[in-house]
């Protein structure tokens, strides 16, 4: 694997339910699964990439037999964290933040212009990861 274009910081969520997960963010945010591994026990996603958007979020489902393993924000009652996705118009924005409510994400934040300048909008997935959308007013 090679490491020269992979993002110094990357986001890596873990889930219940990962393979419905996928399919979920599919339809809610466009995302193309570009890697895909099974576990052993052909039911847990042990590990996938999603390009979403022209960024890359890694996914696997919990494994709490493993003590050092994350979590998954249904099992701690939330999240920390919102994953940001930088659009490229306010017209984009609108229809992804649509699509994923469409999809089943609930609406946290409606698009609306910001102070900050930008139009801004906030949804959590049925898998609790909170997704914020934001692009420049304007474009």
Known sequence: MAFENIPAIQAHICVKGGVEAIEFYKKALAAENTFFKLHDDGQR??????????GEVMLHDEFPEHESTVRAPTTLGGTSFAININMKSAAELDAAYARAVTAGATSIIEPDDMFWGARYARIADPYGHVWAFNAAIGG
Do not use: E, F, S
């Not at 996603?45 to 022209?54: C, D, P, R």
């Open 45 to 54: 996603v042990m590990h996938a990439n999603l390009a979403i958007y022209g």
